[in-house]
């Protein structure tokens, strides 16, 4: 054998070697970062839209919420990274369990990490939530990846819930165009009951209000009698958008909540495609337009859909939740997202979502008026 030749197969042998080394040092590892000693599990994610790689069920929440023999309603929310603190509090605010859609991105990934850690050290996180997350596919990618994700059990939770503030704050925040509807959807679909509350994650519930709706609930929404329960949402909020959040006769509303212990509901008329409320519907009953850019009319589409598919809306008494802290402006992020979906998106899905409307509920345009985006 020649010597150039020995050479060269030296070389090959070395790197192969090489590249082998650094396999095993988990310099190739998609997702955390792995130690010594430390398990790996293969997660298969699935493919949305020709846009977005899904995995539901990332975490499993421990308690199912059905001793009393109801169906519990659970809290479906969405969410970045750059939510985590919000995220982290929920389950003090909600007595029952909960479903989070996280959304990711390149450069958000390590927040799985923090995730998994806070579910496997909070004792009330695991009890109540389940999480399952997304992002958005690279230009070219044809299919989704299986993740390897490794397991965090080298940090201990004393060490982890005594420096939960630090660990936080090296979650790196993402920087995308935010699926709002398409992260609520997940969160109801990947949700373990049947009846759903869909909620910004940043709204702060009245007190025990899982426990109080969990009757009512499980006696108006079925997924068949086409009927969805309204929460009313703070009058402090509604000043900043009216429109939006218009419920008439609050005199009414505190004067049945004060008669009696007993939580009720009574039909109120549909408002306008403005309308933003809160509906707490069924897992059967219809679903977000995840088409809808970012900041348009996300949640509005979805209560004008259920005007026109014939659903009716009923007014809970007693129960209530309000926004943390005061919207007073848009940050200079989010105004450049109203600028990028209106330019980009907003004719599109308008001009879609009016046409499924229309085709679908010829007949109730007089009952819902039209869409305005």
């Not at 799985?112 to 909070?122: G, M, P, T, W």
């Not at 660990?167 to 997940?186: A, D, E, K, W």
């Not at 402090?236 to 049945?256: M, Y």
Request: one cysteine or more; proline letters at 3%; a neutral charge.
């Amino acid at each position: 054998m020649r010597p150039a030749t020995r050479s060269k197969i030296w070389l090959t042998i070395s790197f192969v070697v090489f590249v082998v080394f650094l396999y095993l040092l988990g310099f190739f590892k998609n997702g955390f970062h792995l130690k010594r000693g430390q398990k790996e599990t293969e997660m298969p994610t699935i493919m949305h839209n020709d846009e977005f790689c899904i995995l539901y069920n990332f975490l499993d929440a421990t308690d199912t919420f059905r001793e009393d023999g109801l169906e519990p309603v659970t809290l479906a929310i969405h969410g970045t990274s750059e939510m985590m603190k919000m995220i982290e509090a929920k389950p003090s605010n909600w007595d029952g369990p909960i479903s989070l859609g996280l959304f990711l991105d390149f450069h958000s990934t390590n927040a799985l990490e923090y995730i998994s850690i806070l579910h496997r050290c909070d004792a009330e996180f695991q009890r109540k939530v389940t999480v399952h997350f997304a992002f958005r596919i690279s230009p070219f990618q044809d299919k989704c990846p299986v993740i390897n994700i490794g397991q965090t059990e080298n940090i201990e939770c004393e060490v982890f819930l005594k420096n939960r503030d630090k660990y936080r704050n090296s979650v790196t925040g993402s920087f995308q165009l935010y699926p709002s509807n398409l992260m609520r959807n997940i969160a109801r679909r990947g949700a373990k009951s049947d009846i759903h509350f869909i909620a910004d994650v940043d709204m702060i519930m009245s007190e025990n209000f899982a426990t109080k709706i969990k009757p009512i609930a499980n006696e108006m929404i079925d997924g068949k009698n086409k009927k969805l329960l309204v929460v009313r949402v703070d009058e402090f909020h509604r000043k900043f958008f009216f429109a939006g959040h218009q419920i008439k006769n609050l005199s009414d509303w505190f004067k049945i909540s004060d008669a009696s212990d007993t939580i009720s509901a009574w039909e109120i008329p549909y408002s306008s495609s403005s309308w933003e409320i809160q509906p707490i519907l069924h897992r059967n009953d219809l679903y977000n337009a995840d088409y809808f850019p970012a900041r348009m009319r996300v949640m509005q589409s979805l209560i004008y859909s259920s005007c026109r598919a014939g659903y009716t809306f009923h007014l809970l008494s007693h129960v209530f939740d309000v926004h943390e802290g005061v919207k007073l402006d848009d940050t200079a992020y989010s105004k450049s997202v109203i600028a990028h979906s209106k330019k980009y998106g907003r004719q599109i899905a308008y001009d879609r979502y009016v046409k499924e409307m229309n085709e679908k509920y010829p007949d109730t345009i007089s009952r819902c008026g039209t869409f305005v985006m």
